[in-house]
């Protein structure tokens, strides 16, 4: 009667701690990730010890184009950055053509375009998004609309007032 072979896993074992020396190595600028794939990324390597991945394989997201800044689109109709503790003013496009703009900002006249978008991160038709905006310093927020239209005119339109306005969870699909 033949014997009875023994089952070999060639399964990697988790380690526990993630390869922090790898995870360094595969993130040179943590920064230029989304939050949520940098925080993915060790957990995943920590129970995939044998995963081997090349700079293509990463997603790419670009650096945020800060508005204002040289080279970059400026403030239009006295809008100017927010401040502390408001995020800068920018947007930045992932490998799957979306066009994120975050920021806040203040002191411009409402109704009026704050900044334009270059090509490539203009949408296809206009489109409206859900605000806030604070009436003064100490006021209260408001809801308030952002358009973005296909010629890449950012405007802040129907706004509670301009001591702050709100950019933040803007995002659509590029088109030109």
């Keep these: 009667m033949p014997r009875a072979r023994r089952a070999v896993s060639h399964v990697a074992k988790p380690v526990g701690a993630p390869p922090i020396a790898l995870v360094e190595r595969v993130l040179k600028d943590p920064t230029l990730f989304p939050i949520e794939f940098t925080s ?34 400026q403030f239009k109709n006295g809008w100017v950055n927010y401040g502390a503790p408001g995020d800068l003013c920018g947007f930045y496009k992932n ?26 991160y203009r949408p296809q038709a206009t489109c409206a998004f859900p605000g806030l905006a ?5 006021g209260n927020y408001s809801f308030a ?32």
């Design 40 to 73: 993915w990324l060790p957990r995943f390597l920590s129970q995939n010890v044998n995963l081997q991945m090349t700079v293509a394989q990463l997603p790419r997201v670009e650096q945020t184009k800060l508005v204002g800044n040289v080279g970059q689109p």
């Design 95 to 120: 490998a799957f053509g979306q066009v994120f703009i975050v920021g806040v900002v203040a002191s411009g006249t409402v109704g009026t375009t704050i900044f334009t978008l270059p090509p490539g």
């Design 134 to 138: 604070k009436t003064s310093s100490g």
């Design 145 to 176: 609309s952002v358009l973005v239209q296909a010629s890449g005119d950012v405007i802040a339109d129907v706004a509670g007032g301009n001591a702050s306005f709100s950019l933040a969870g803007i995002t659509f699909r590029q088109f030109q």
